[in-house]
């Protein structure tokens, strides 16, 4: 297969754009993409593209990309994946390039939570994503779908409550240096033991904010590399793992097994195992799915993923490194630009130029899970050439 | 004869009685208190079910399905919704014949719910007079709102008074149903039973209490001006009550829509397996898929499914309590996921009757039929997990 790298990538900060639809997230978020790109590029040079968005907002999906980039020559496809979405557009689009069918590609990813009032949002998108006559009409809204699994988790291996604060407190320092976050202050494990409650055992420092926002990146194949940088990402693994979609036939919810498959596929394509990772992004939309995934993505063995938190090797200058940009939990959480913008950090990490650099990074994973717990998209970016 | 007698009482503890739990309403507790009355009667010898009641949840759609598949009846049995308070329940209970089951059911105020069996033993209620005289102090009508004259004395001396001394009864009664207690008790011999409630479920309290007592006697059913009464001859009735101590109700509060609307589609499609608590059992292999699926989980076979009905009783395997407010629901509530004892099947369903703190990992207890929701004004029942199971 064609090897296929990234040369641009850029987001719009997250947060509550009241003042900001998707059709100007989107553009917003495609010119901060081509500022990255070092040699500069022509809109022309675009030959296909594919949006992530998990909900509609404003109408038709590709044809806003389209129409609010100025990119009406192009074909667009609308990529939906639950939390995956932004991860899954990219992956689409390595497709694309790796194949030959296109050598310049780009990916972009918005969201738009706010757009809904903060109370119904998640209710309102439980109609797309539960069964209508089963899961519905019980109110197995986002956060519990999530505690539901991080409740047995906690009853099976021995962390605490205080472990999942701990990793709410290491998100929220590592996004006070990153100018595009939403949450950009410093917590403590006292606060957020005794905020309020969202859903046992999440309280509201356990959860993601809602935000609003996109992000873009520039897909090229290997031939065109040098046109656009000297400094390309490489795509070096990805992969897509799915699950039993109902709670009641997940047969042991204290892992996700989206996850293990996502993570197996993309490490055996990359050729690399989990100890060769020097930075991760991995989704916390609630921490204790981030300390969960510690084992899933193979960072700590399976129940000793406190052990990672109490020894701080999730910093910045651990052993390893989650979620610098400040992670879902404080960066922000606009489904369909989360994996996306994740890959905007790793891309600036293996560059050398994050705002929370980890020192001599040079491979990087990202992760999603989502679709209540069915899905799951790992990436692995290589500053070197594969 | 009444054979056996079921009585149901929400765990909850409200003014002047039990009060119904927000996902009960008459079919739910007419369903708990059917199922106790039954026991190990099978479905082939209930030929009728008569349901008394003045708190049907719908006018025009249909309770009778909802009610035959929670208490696990053919859809081919014959249901009577009858409107109405004590005296109508009274009646029903006079006229029963062998295999009936009458149910009798009070969701607002007082609540509670009570149903018998007729076979060929048991106790002897037996009529004696039957009296509708109108003095409608409190009535309710078509719009559903309902219009009180408080005046407890004309009530007492034109209402009740009236129609039971045209009663003729031979004697004094040993039970009034529809009264308070303390009002019962002046217009009885000796100290009448005490009754959790005052409307269609109240006469078979009161034969449930006095069968437990072998005591026989004059019994009436009062509801304002309107008199039924008859003769209890005790018998072996079984009682059987689902009556647990009483719980204050926990504080929740109701969060305000946007309604998400039933798919009418997808609700046809759950029924049966949803309210009759049945699980797919594939013919191939025999493995169980709840919900029911196309496609076996076991073997892969496709597309032929038997219902088989699940086991009512499990233990948690993981809960969560949610705090948060979400449109139409009050919180906080807990969901669980339950492993079903003896089989290989595990449910989502929401926790009732407790907390919270409700629904420990481990915890065991047992599944019952609840409302999940009101949506497009319809009960969307399904069950829902009551721990410490026991009664």
């Known amino acids: ?386 | 004869m009444i054979t056996r007698i079921g009585t149901y009482l929400p765990v909850w503890s409200g003014r002047g009685g039990r009060q119904a739990g927000p996902d009960e309403d008459a079919i739910t507790m007419a369903v708990e208190a059917g199922r106790a009355a039954l026991g190990e009667i099978g479905p082939e010898d209930v030929r009728l079910v008569v349901l008394v009641t003045r708190d049907f949840p719908l006018m025009e759609g249909g309770n009778a399905a909802a009610l035959l598949a929670g208490l696990g009846l053919p859809r081919s049995t014959d249901v009577v919704e009858r409107v109405g308070g004590a005296p109508a329940m009274f009646d029903g209970l006079t006229a029963a014949e062998d295999a009936t089951l009458v149910i009798g059911a009070d969701a607002a105020g007082a609540a509670g719910a009570a149903a018998a069996w007729s076979g060929v033993t048991g106790g002897t209620l037996t009529r004696l007079a039957r009296v509708h005289r109108s003095l409608p102090l409190r009535a309710r009508g078509q719009d559903g709102v309902v219009h009180e004259d408080e005046d407890p004395r004309l009530q007492r001396e034109r209402g009740l008074r009236a129609s039971l001394e045209a009663s003729e009864l031979p004697g004094k009664p040993i039970s009034v149903a529809g009264l308070s207690s303390r009002d019962a008790a002046a217009w009885c011999e000796g100290r009448p039973p005490e009754l959790p409630t005052t409307g269609a479920s109240a006469p078979l309290f009161a034969l449930a209490a006095l069968a437990e007592l072998r005591s026989g006697g004059v019994v009436v059913a009062v509801d304002q001006a309107t008199v039924s009464a008859g003769t209890w001859e005790p018998g072996a009735v079984v009682v059987h009550r689902q009556e647990r101590p009483a719980l204050d109700a926990p504080t929740r509060r109701a969060t305000p829509g946007p309604e998400i609307k039933l798919s009418f589609a997808a609700y046809d499609r759950a029924f049966d397996a949803k309210l009759r608590w049945e699980a797919g059992a594939c013919p191939t292999c025999g493995t169980l898929a709840f919900p029911p699926r196309f496609r076996c989980l076991g073997c892969g076979e496709e597309g032929s499914v038997n219902l088989v009905p699940l086991p009512r009783t499990g233990t948690v395997y993981t809960a969560t309590t949610i705090h948060v407010p979400v449109p139409g629901l009050s919180s906080p509530y807990t969901l669980a996921v339950v492993q079903l004892d003896g089989v290989d099947v595990r449910a989502l369903v929401p926790v009732t009757g407790t907390g919270p703190p409700s629904a420990e990992i481990d915890e065991p207890g047992r599944l019952v039929f609840r409302k999940m929701a009101t949506r497009s004004g319809i009960s969307d029942y399904g069950y829902a997990f009551a721990p410490g199971g026991g009664a």
């Open chain 1, 1 to 386: 297969m064609r090897r296929v790298a990234i040369v641009g990538a850029g987001m719009t900060s997250f947060g509550e754009h009241f003042d900001l639809g998707i059709k100007e997230l989107v553009p917003m978020a495609v010119t901060e993409m081509a500022s990255s790109v070092d040699r500069g590029f022509e809109r022309s040079d675009i030959q296909a593209a594919w949006f992530g968005e998990l909900a509609t907002t404003d109408g038709f999906p590709s044809g806003i990309l389209a129409d609010s980039c100025g990119l009406l020559d192009i074909p667009v496809t609308r990529v939906e994946n639950a939390c995956a979405t932004g991860q899954d557009a990219l992956r689409n689009a390595v497709f694309g390039v790796a194949s030959g069918y296109v050598d310049v590609a780009l990916v972009v990813g918005a969201d738009k939570v706010r757009e809904t009032s903060a109370r119904s949002t998640f209710w309102d998108w439980m109609a797309m994503t539960r069964d209508m006559a089963w899961d519905y009409p019980l109110g197995l809204v986002a956060p519990a779908n999530f505690a539901l699994h991080v409740r047995r988790y906690l009853h099976e291996a021995p962390a605490t409550r205080e472990h999942l604060a701990m990793i709410a407190v290491k998100n929220h320092k590592h996004a006070v240096t990153n100018p595009k976050a939403q949450l950009r202050q410093e917590i403590t494990v006292e606060q957020v033991l005794s905020a309020p409650m969202v859903a046992e055992p999440f309280g509201v420092f356990d959860c993601t904010p809602q935000s609003d926002g996109a992000a873009a990146l520039l897909v090229v194949g290997e031939e065109l590399v040098s046109r656009y940088t000297d400094r390309p990402v490489w795509v070096r693994g990805m992969g897509n793992g799915v699950d039993r979609v109902m709670h009641q036939h997940k047969v042991d919810m204290t892992t996700f097994p989206a996850t293990v498959k996502a993570a197996k596929a993309a490490y055996a394509m990359a050729g690399i195992g989990p100890a060769d990772i020097d930075v991760a992004e991995v989704h916390d939309c609630f921490t204790g799915v981030e300390l969960m995934s510690y084992e899933d993505l193979g960072f700590a063995e399976r129940f000793r993923g406190h052990e990672l938190v109490e020894a701080r090797d999730h910093y910045v200058g651990g052993r390893i490194p989650v979620n610098p940009s400040g992670g879902l939990k404080a960066k922000g959480h606009p489904p369909g630009a989360t994996g996306v913008a994740q890959v905007t950090e790793l891309f600036e990490q293996l560059r050398g130029e994050s705002t929370n650099q980890v020192d001599g990074a040079r491979i990087a994973l990202a992760h999603n899970i989502g679709g209540p717990t069915a899905v799951s998209a790992v990436t692995i970016l290589d500053a070197d050439r594969p």
